[in-house]
């Protein structure tokens, strides 16, 4: 019986993905393969995925990473969610918070009753029933995973951490697991004449390495994946007419806040991320609208401490790979596609596609039908977060000539029939295994200020004055709770506290 098992995996990159490629084989399937990964020093990496959603963990787990230890390795902090101001009118804001909101009643989930309460004038802003958003908003933090004596949800987080310093991290554990690192660039690509397979690369110092599955994490060069094998890719620049971003890391002005922030501005948004160290800033804009000079200006202008490096202007177009896996190349991070780090998927879209490779992990033989499910999977993934990060430009009420141009614009037919029902009905729905639940969706549309024309007619079974009753209780429960917690900033510098001293105006980071 011959052994088709693949032996020889080649990763094409470092960097953020490169390094969660290596770390979850070897230590999911480092007895089975022998890993190696190529990078040069000399080739930057985008580094502006620094904040993430609470699947991370579920990756960090994986690998077997303390949550402490990382968190003081790349100067992490918490995150409860994300606020957006200026998104629907100039002048508001909202949090798309992590976690449940509220509790469910009667076969309903608690947001129909605030839909209806909000209607009879005795409900209060959806946050003030969140209890991550109303942690957040007074920069408190804990590991709590229940509202003590309730059957209340407690705190769902993320992180906001340095993207490389958390490749570093990352590659020490990859490396004790065995993954080997060759520093080099890549010169030259050698197929197999007869299945069109990538069978080695040479490097410019003359070496040739050879594999069996090669993982591009070559960015958006896509060395392997088009290059190379001219895969394609769909633009979805129609949908999403942001094309550049501008970035600076700036010291902090004062605690870090426990959120991101989205912040609206006339062609684009403005992201703030803090960790322990310094805050990321950036500035994503439409190109058609702004010009590169006055988008620097705006994030200069919008900035809340003193830049710690000359701004850099990165280019990028939405869209993704026609396949993410061809032949024997699997893409991952920016070599399968991009998608503005608006509610930060960057990072997991990466460990996304890592967890379906390990699902549909091959043999020498690349069925042609486990490639085609997994390129499904994957672009189903993307295509659906693509719809959520629409959502927020569509509804938009701003005045300037971009927004307009959202609001007016044609949207895909799977995020308008959500929206259509979501306005008829108050109703929203996860469909398949899509990453936003159906609360995330709840919180952009109502914070968007779509209204719907009704909510479900279970939530009428409660009297005026029960609903009322049940409405105070869940708040004062979140309120109270969430005041007993130490400050965000208290609670790190007891438990994670980064031993990287923030760096000083004028320094580089």
């Not at 009879?120 to 209890?131: H, K, M, R």
């Not at 952009?444 to 079974?461: F, K």
């Not at 409660?462 to 609903?467: K, P």
């Amino acid at each position: 019986m011959n052994d088709s098992r693949i032996r020889d995996v080649v990763i094409v990159g470092g960097g953020t993905a490169g390094w969660m490629a290596a770390a979850a084989l070897s230590a999911t399937m480092g007895e089975q393969l022998s890993i190696r990964l190529i990078e040069s020093d000399a080739i930057g990496t985008v580094g502006v995925g620094e904040a993430t959603i609470p699947a991370i963990r579920l990756f960090n787990g994986l690998v077997g990473i303390d949550e402490n230890a990382f968190l003081r390795a790349t100067g992490g902090t918490f995150k409860l969610g994300i606020e957006f101001a200026g998104w629907g009118r100039e002048g508001e804001s909202y949090m798309h918070a992590f976690g449940q909101i509220g509790q469910s009643l009667d076969l309903i989930e608690f947001w129909q009753y605030w839909l209806r309460g909000r209607k009879e004038g005795v409900a209060e802003p959806l946050g003030q029933y969140s209890f991550n958003e109303s942690v957040a908003r007074e920069g408190r933090f804990a590991r709590v995973p229940r509202i003590p004596n309730t059957e209340l949800d407690g705190i769902s987080y993320a992180f906001h951490f340095d993207a490389g310093r958390y490749a570093r991290f990352l590659r020490e554990i990859a490396e004790a697991n065995g993954v080997a690192r060759t520093e080099g660039t890549i010169a030259a690509v050698t197929r197999n004449a007869e299945s069109g397979h990538v069978g080695s690369v040479s490097l410019a110092d003359g070496s040739v390495i050879s594999g069996e599955l090669f993982i591009d994490c070559s960015g958006f060069r896509g060395l392997l994946i088009e290059q190379e094998l001219a895969t394609g890719y769909d633009d979805w620049t129609a949908w999403l007419p942001c094309d550049r971003a501008v970035a600076v890391p700036t010291a902090n002005a004062g605690p870090p806040r426990p959120y991101t922030q989205s912040i609206a501005r006339q062609a684009g948004w403005q992201w703030r991320i803090p960790l322990q160290h310094r805050t990321g800033n950036g500035h994503v804009f439409c190109s058609d609208y702004l010009s590169e000079d006055e988008a620097t200006r705006i994030l200069l202008d919008n900035l809340e401490g003193p830049p710690l490096a000359e701004p850099r202007t990165i280019p990028f177009k939405t869209g993704m790979r026609r396949k993410a896996w061809n032949g024997n190349v699997v893409a991952l991070g920016l070599a399968s596609g991009f998608l503005e780090p608006l509610e930060s998927t960057s990072i997991h879209l990466i460990q996304n596609g890592i967890a379906k490779l390990i699902s549909h992990f091959p043999d020498r033989g690349f069925h042609p039908a486990n490639t085609a499910a997994y390129n499904r999977r994957v672009a189903y993934d993307y295509e659906r977060i693509r719809d959520f990060i629409i959502l927020h430009y569509h509804l938009n009420q701003r005045d300037e000539p971009f927004w307009r141009r959202c609001r007016e614009m044609a949207i895909p037919d799977t995020l308008r029939e959500k929206i259509e029902l979501f306005r008829a009905t108050g109703r929203v729905f996860r469909e398949q295994e899509e990453l936003f639940v159906e609360i995330g969706w709840f919180q952009v549309l109502t914070g968007q200020n779509l209204v719907p024309e009704t909510y479900h007619p279970l939530a009428d079974v409660l009297s005026r004055e029960e609903l009322t009753q049940f409405l105070a209780d869940i708040r004062t429960i979140v309120a109270s709770n969430a005041a007993r917690l130490p400050a965000h900033g208290d609670f790190i510098a007891q438990t994670c506290a980064s031993p990287v001293q923030p760096a000083a105006a004028g320094a580089r980071s």
